[in-house]
């Protein structure tokens, strides 16, 4: 089935310690998403792609990057993870950025820091 | 700025009940989208229903249905004929139509339990 995937589901890091979580999708979608959803709190896009075009948000902290290699993949880096970054972070793709553009959504990466 | 509110955090149903999940938003645009999310315990959010906010009729999906009150801004989701698989957090959300790159603002969700 087409479908987004993360990996890994769950993933510990030390505090300070760069890490690095994974998206890829085979609905071919042009856009991808990543969004951090805290405890009791709602998702947050932090920024997305359109094919090469990288679009931040512009609350996002410098800590949080991001790369698309290709139209499969695309990675969130946090280069110094703090306490605060302990959360649950999802991955959303559409085929477009208009409203008609339904986002999937996969199961997301819940992140701890040690 | 748009912002969504859900403010009860947990609600319970009895299965075959019904129940309904209660959402406010703010916005001063006139044209945009509401949408309801169904995110299951460690599986991936779905899509559940949207209204379009020019279109008055309330949308239906199934045991899914919606009262918008457009003036109120207020935007419910009523599950009819509760199942046990209907256990999950769900989230409303908003997203105005103008601009190309506009975005989904959800509200803080509600967690749905459904008793057997």
């Known amino acids: 089935d087409a479908m987004v995937i993360q990996n890994p589901r769950y993933q510990v890091t030390q505090f300070g310690k760069p890490v690095t979580l994974s998206c890829s999708q085979t609905l071919n979608h042009n856009v991808m998403y990543w969004y951090q959803q805290k405890s009791s709190q709602a998702p947050k896009l932090l920024f997305h792609y359109y094919d090469k075009d990288f679009n931040n948000e512009a609350d996002t902290p410098d800590n949080f990057q991001s790369r698309r290699p290709n139209t499969s993949f695309c990675f969130l880096d946090i280069r110094s993870p703090g306490l605060g970054d302990a959360a649950m972070y999802l991955c959303?793709?559409?085929?477009?950025?208009?409203?008609?553009?339904?986002?999937?959504f996969g199961p997301g990466t819940r992140l701890t820091v040690l | 700025a748009q912002t969504v509110t859900q403010s009860q955090p947990e609600m319970s149903v009895q299965e075959a009940e019904t129940v309904t999940l209660s959402c406010t938003y703010d916005t001063s645009e006139s044209d945009y989208y509401l949408f309801w999310y169904k995110q299951p315990p460690s599986r991936q959010m779905i899509l559940v229903i949207r209204?379009?906010?020019?279109?008055?009729q309330n949308a239906t999906e199934n045991r899914f249905s919606v009262n918008f009150q457009k003036a109120a801004k207020s935007f419910s989701l009523k599950i009819s004929d509760s199942q046990l698989g209907d256990a999950a957090m769900y989230f409303c959300?908003?997203?105005?139509?103008?601009?190309?790159?506009?975005?989904?603002?959800f509200g803080k969700g509600i967690t749905l339990s459904v008793r057997p």
């Open positions: 959303a793709t559409s085929q477009g950025v208009g409203i008609y553009n339904e986002q999937f």
């Open positions: 959300a908003y997203r105005r139509t103008t601009g190309a790159n506009s975005k989904l603002t």
């Open positions: 209204q379009e906010a020019y279109k008055q």
